[in-house]
């Protein structure tokens, strides 16, 4: 039975258009009219801000957003866990109200969502093997070296803009990781001489990982709360909520608990 | 490296949490059955529709599905969840990105097993009075139904294994759980973790292959012993 193919390659086209317009379309019409509760958003994985520990998400960032909001005249109605990247669009379209999810604010993100007042400061840990006899102390040092990050992390920008930019490092010295924990394990095989992460995250996998941090490289970025693009009323109260906590002391004992001595 | 990435502590920890582990088993089981069942719902009159629809009905499912067989699956979840929004449930939205995935894919294997059956057939069905629906009810769709089981099983383990893409849309499934287990527990056992996920997706595959194989030879046609 001869077929010969009716949709040709301009008609999907037309149809993928179709589409594209359909949704762009639904995109406008914005989410739920109800402002006193919120859906957070976070991503676990990213300890000691937040994980999963026996099936339950735990965290600092969780529980001092879960505070924030508690001083405020919202309420928390639960947690969304996706992957950090479907977070900005989830919180574009509605399906979470704020994120807190150790993000880094930086006008990539700035142009897209809306973030509260900076909650942590955080730099990158340049990581090594303890048992190495690798042990640089500057960036200057990487010259020629094999280097680690997790995709789309500061750390990995690091890398890009003052390493491989720099000439320091060739680009095909760079290993981009879906996520830390496979970062930590390729420095262990010997794939990679050094990883950059988030300090906090270093010094959580140094408690229980034969690796050390060699040296941290200050680049002063903030960790905020991310907010829908224009929602001022939220962000105000996320602000009011973070200084009641910072000032009542709940937000020490909270970095005690989450970054404290092991 | 062996000894550094099979260590017996990481797998005490996989023994350990084996309950959450089978917890994210259950939900990849149930979205497996939910968008298989839904894409036999839809798939099957599609297919039957490309055979023997009208011109415009068959053209219409013709587009559709070449848009959903030629748009990626992440690509398909991603606009029913955060463009369409249709439902807010995580569940409910792969459910239906896969169930209409696969529907897609199903009525290119029903297309082909009813197109398989000798037009011979249906003019036999024809001569002895029956209808043309009453032809192709009992004598066309039977016989086709059988071929299409290899095609099906083949379905069937391509939406078990895809299961896997709810993950960006946080769906509690196997591999999150596992995900989860490594990144927020005991990091060194991430290995551990994948090997002991990859051996529940097996057995998984390995049974329902088994049991279509078993439901094929129970409807073979029988054939001469000669």
């Known amino acids: 039975m001869p077929r010969e193919a009716r949709v040709d390659r301009r008609r999907y086209l037309q149809a993928i258009g179709g589409t594209v317009a359909t949704l762009s379309v639904a995109g406008c019409q914005s989410g739920s009219g109800d402002s006193q ?3 957070a958003g976070t991503a676990p994985g990213f300890p000691p801000f937040e994980m999963k520990q026996d099936g339950e998400l735990v965290g600092f960032d969780v529980e001092l957003l879960e505070a924030v ?32 999810a150790g993000m880094t604010i930086n006008d990539d993100r700035d142009e897209a969502i809306d973030f509260s007042d900076p909650y942590y400061s955080s730099n990158q840990a340049i990581v090594v093997r303890e048992s190495g006899s690798f042990s640089p102390s500057s960036l200057d040092d990487l010259s020629g070296a094999t ?30 990781y879906g996520n830390y924990v496979l970062a930590v394990e390729d420095l262990l095989n010997e794939n990679v001489d050094v990883i950059i992460i988030d300090v906090p995250v270093a010094n959580s996998f140094v408690a229980d990982r034969p690796i050390e941090s060699a040296f941290v490289h200050e680049t002063g970025e903030q960790f905020g709360f991310g907010v829908q693009s224009g929602n001022d009323e939220l962000a105000g109260a996320l602000n009011s909520g973070l200084t009641t906590v910072e000032d009542d002391g709940t937000y020490r004992d909270l970095t005690e608990k989450w970054f404290g001595q092991k | ?27 990849t089981i149930a979205l497996t059955v939910s968008s298989i069942l839904l894409g036999f719902v839809v798939g099957f009159p599609a297919g039957a529709i490309e055979v023997y629809g009208s011109d415009r009905a068959r053209r219409l499912v013709e587009q559709v599905g070449v848009v959903l067989r030629g748009t990626p699956l992440l690509v398909i979840i ?3 969840y955060f463009g369409l929004s249709i439902s807010s449930s995580a569940f409910v939205t792969a459910t239906i990105a896969l169930g209409l995935r696969s529907a897609a894919y199903q009525s290119q294997i029903f297309r082909g ?36 089981v290899p095609g099906f099983q083949n379905e069937f383990t391509i939406v078990l294994k895809d299961t896997s893409i709810a993950i960006v849309i946080g769906i509690g499934e196997l591999l999150t759980t596992g995900q989860n287990l490594y990144e927020g527990g005991q990091s060194t056992a991430a290995l551990e973790i994948f090997l002991a996920v990859s051996l529940v997706y097996f057995v998984l595959t390995f049974a329902t292959n088994r049991s279509l194989d078993k439901l094929s030879d129970y409807y073979a046609v029988p054939e001469g012993t000669t």
């Open chain 2, 1 to 27: 490296m062996a000894a550094i990435l099979l260590q017996t502590a990481d797998w005490l920890f996989v023994a350990n949490n084996w309950g959450l582990l089978l917890g994210g088993t259950a939900v």
């Open chain 2, 113 to 148: 097993a009813l197109q398989s059956v000798d037009d011979g057939q249906l003019e036999a069905a024809r001569a002895v009075a029956m209808s043309r629906f009453e032809a192709i009810r009992h004598v066309v769709v039977p016989q086709a139904l059988r071929r299409s």
């Open chain 1, 147 to 176: 280097v680690g990050a997790q995709k789309g992390t500061t750390g990995e920008s690091v890398i890009k803009d003052q390493l491989i930019e720099a000439g320091t490092v060739p680009e095909s010295n760079y290993n981009a």
């Open chain 1, 37 to 39: 509760t919120l859906t």
């Open chain 2, 78 to 80: 991603m606009i029913l």
């Open chain 1, 69 to 100: 909001i508690a001083a405020s005249e919202y309420e928390l109605s639960g947690w969304e866990e996706l992957e950090f990247k479907s977070l900005i669009p989830a919180l574009n379209n509605g399906n979470v109200d704020v994120v807190a």
